[in-house]
């Protein structure tokens, strides 16, 4: 009975780590998806010719987490935009933020966008550009999601359905 017991908590110990692995893929998409209609909803403040700093204080206001956290230090960080520039106060808050939940692919456009506000009809340019670029990288990344994350739960079972065999 005890083997047993041992058994069945090595392949539930396996199918939750493949779990836990397919849900951070699922919370890399969906961060993807937010930080894209952050883009959408700056584009709108950027026509209406809203300040930086408001923009910032209501962009941290409207969204949690990693997009939340980065206007935030954005707007915290604008005191010092004349030692550094937009760009890389930008950055630095964008690698601060999401430096370890996307890869430097799905960063690249919205580290791009950085150094092209402020330069009036590129602005916008450069923030439709962007809403673009991360709309197909959510697109990836769920797909990816949707047939890695699969794999991940069944290899997870599949090694601790092999542990326990080999234990028993």
Same mark, same amino acid.
């Given at each position: ?18 779990? %836990? ?12 998806? #937010? ?7 700056? *584009? ?9 700093? *408001? ?8 969204? &949690? ?16 935009? %004349? ?19 996307? &890869? #430097? ?12 506000? !402020?330069? !009036? ?20 990344? #769920? ?5 890695? %994350?699969?794999?991940? &739960? ?15």
């Amino acid at each position: 009975m005890t083997k047993i017991m041992g058994a069945a908590l090595l392949v539930s110990a396996g199918v939750l780590f493949g779990y %836990g692995r397919a849900q951070r893929m699922w919370a890399r998409a969906a961060l993807l998806r #937010e930080l894209g209609a952050a883009v959408m909803r700056m *584009h709108g403040a950027v026509e209406a010719r809203q300040s930086l700093r *408001h923009i910032c204080s209501a962009m941290s206001g409207q969204f &949690t987490g990693e997009c939340g956290s980065f206007f935030e230090k954005l707007g915290a960080s604008l005191g010092a935009l %004349g030692e550094s520039g937009l760009g890389e106060l930008w950055e630095r808050c964008a690698r601060e933020s999401f430096g370890s939940a996307l &890869t #430097e692919r799905e960063l690249a456009p919205f580290l791009r966008l950085g150094s092209s506000l !402020g330069s !009036g009809e590129g602005a916008l340019l450069a923030l439709g550009q962007c809403e673009r670029e991360l709309e197909r990288a959510a697109e990836c990344a #769920e797909a990816s999601a949707a047939r890695d %994350g699969r794999m991940w &739960t069944a290899l997870g079972a599949a090694l601790g359905s092999a542990a326990a065999i080999v234990l028993i």
